[in-house]
């Protein structure tokens, strides 16, 4: 029985040590000690030598088990780090030995050493001192082995093909994982040029550092006064606002743009190539604004442009051959491509978005409009249920003569003339603009089938437009000036503007020098000059568009300039009277 019992307790003793081969069911009671592992090579203070040209190098460590007690597995760690430090939980870099970490051995590949000491801040092309350590690790039990040892890193210091923007100043605060992506410009060739560029709103009294990666470990940015510098403070702004932030790792140098606004500039909007219609910021690098774009009279399209803080050297394009991609045309040259003017096929009411997020800027038009149901037969314009104009129809397309229109008036659309046919409604106000006094005065709107009524902003001379087929239409005067010159000297002309009178009548008074031409002007559209073989010199009579010059002041003074256009402004007749 004796025998039998201490059978038992010996298998029981040879299960138990076999059991201890395999950790993961290991039970840690028990005392037991582990050793430290002994380290055979690199030998203390080594140096390594990182080249470039050889960046697949592997650099090889060796050391001696360590042991347990208990005859429990272990494991291993290979850790380098800075000279000095006694915090295993975050080395510069660590890997695992061979077999899974079951090894007494274990290599680093050069470009990955190089990588990690670049991102711990270690200069390129110097020799740093620095520590590896094995790590051997049984169960929770962990022994540390240490040694000294010097790395020259690569001759040149890492660029990074990526960079993105994180800290208390932007819109992700310091969620790095959120990191803000900046875009990387090529040249023609699509070759890095090492160039970066975000649009984004940034905080004054906060600040930022651009990050290689949206992770730790990574190359950190900061720098002060438009020098960027590895590890540097992060970097702050004066004035809180959106803008446009460029990294150029070639020169180590950072530039702060502020955007006051993007806006769309062209054909398309109020004022033409002169005007400027602002969009809103959304955030996340994209801006906005609900408008109206309009093809241009006599055009089959219309053409636009966005463009930063009103100047000209900072236009964003169409890149040629794309729906909606968008490239700086000072940028473009460089990069080898194409870029066009944005076109603009149907007049309407649209969501203009602006999108400079990502690596590639975007814009997108989509149109507000539901169109009416039909193109009626015929419109009229009514005037407190009257009617005072009939509409011309060319396609879809429905346009009036130049109708002189009073603000205080209610006015309506109709299929009849007498009011009982189909109705059709703006909520649009009819001149009512930011640039009312510019030569040539012009925006989009949109109407609808319904009944309703509609007004004009202030008394002008109109003409209206409304497109079927799009729910669109647009609203067009002009704004007339005296122009007054020597004949010796058309540059130092003057050009005074003249003040719209209902109905169809514009009037200045003015001081005139004798000898001096004069023509009635809406640059350069209406040019109101004297008939063919007419008389010049007479203080009254007919005018056309296209005329010659009139000269019919002999004695300098103050006088009154007065003109009376007809709908098509093709023909007019003036007086000039001394005061």
Not at 516 to 532: A, C, H, I, R
Request: hydrophobic share 35%; proline share 4%; aromatic share 12%.
């Amino acid at each position: 029985m004796k025998k039998y019992y201490s059978y038992i307790l010996i298998c029981l003793s040879v299960f138990g040590l076999l059991s201890c081969e395999n950790d993961d069911n290991l039970d840690p009671i028990g005392n037991w000690e582990l050793s430290q592992p002994e380290l055979i090579s690199p030998e203390e203070g080594e140096e390594l030598l990182l080249q470039e040209d050889r960046a697949n190098e592997k650099f090889y460590f060796e050391w001696q088990e360590a042991v347990s007690t208990a005859g429990f597995q272990v494991r291993y760690e290979l850790q380098i780090d800075t000279l000095g430090s006694e915090d295993h939980d975050s080395p510069i870099i660590s890997v695992k030995s061979d077999n899974n970490g079951k090894a007494t051995s274990a290599s680093i590949q050069a470009s990955d050493l190089d990588l990690a000491l670049s991102y711990a801040g270690y200069p390129a092309n110097e020799s740093s001192e620095l520590e590896w350590t094995v790590v051997a690790i049984c169960q929770d039990t962990k022994t540390y082995a240490t040694r000294t040892l010097s790395v020259t890193r690569f001759e040149n210091e890492y660029v990074p093909n990526q960079l993105f923007i994180a800290g208390s100043a932007t819109e992700v605060g310091n969620d790095i994982s959120a990191a803000i992506p900046m875009r990387h410009l090529q040249n023609a060739s699509g070759a890095s040029t090492s160039i970066f560029e975000a649009y984004t709103s940034l905080e004054a009294g906060q600040t930022f550092s651009i990050y290689s990666r949206q992770e730790l470990p990574a190359h950190i940015y900061g720098g002060e006064e438009g020098v960027i510098e590895k590890n540097g403070n992060p970097i702050a702004v004066e004035e809180s606002g959106e803008y446009r932030i460029t990294v150029n790792l070639n020169d180590n140098t950072y530039t702060l743009w502020k955007i006051e606004h993007w806006s769309i500039v062209g054909s398309v909007i109020p004022n033409a190539w002169d005007g400027d219609e602002p969009l809103e910021y959304m955030g996340n690098g994209v801006w906005e604004t609900t408008m109206f774009l309009t093809v241009p009279n006599g055009e089959t399209t219309g053409a636009f442009v966005f463009r930063a803080n009103q100047d000209w050297g900072y236009l964003l394009k169409r890149i040629q051959g794309t729906s909606n991609e968008l490239y700086m045309e000072s940028q473009a040259g460089e990069a080898g491509i194409n870029i066009e003017d944005i076109p603009l096929n149907n007049s309407g009411e649209f969501t203009v978005t602006l999108d400079l997020s990502g690596d590639t800027y975007t814009y997108n038009l989509e149109s507000n409009l539901s169109a009416p149901s039909e193109t009626p037969s015929s419109l009229f314009l009514l005037e407190n249920g009257t009617s005072i104009a009939q509409f011309s129809l060319e396609g879809d397309t429905f346009t009036s003569a130049y109708l002189p229109l009073q603000a205080g008036v209610s006015y309506s659309l109709n299929s009849a003339e007498d009011g009982t046919g189909t109705s059709y409604f703006t909520s649009n106000i009819i001149g009512a603009t930011d640039s009312p006094d510019g030569d040539s005065v012009a925006a989009g709107m949109s109407f609808v089938e319904g009944p309703g009524e509609f007004s004009v902003d202030h008394d002008q001379a109109y003409k209206l437009t409304f497109n079927f087929a799009t729910g669109s239409g647009s609203w067009q005067y002009y704004n007339l000036k005296l122009f007054h010159w020597d004949p010796s000297n058309w540059d130092g002309r003057n050009e005074f503007a003249m003040t719209y009178v209902h109905p169809m009548q514009f009037t200045t008074t003015q001081n005139l020098e004798a000898g001096y031409n004069l023509k009635f002007n809406s640059p350069w559209d209406v040019q109101f000059g004297t008939p063919e073989g007419g008389d010049n010199s007479v203080m009254s009579g007919a005018l056309v568009n296209g005329g010659g010059d009139l000269n019919p002041i002999t004695q300098s003074g103050s006088y009154q300039a007065n003109i009376t256009v007809d709908s098509t402004y093709s023909n007019a007749t003036f007086e000039i009277i001394a005061e």
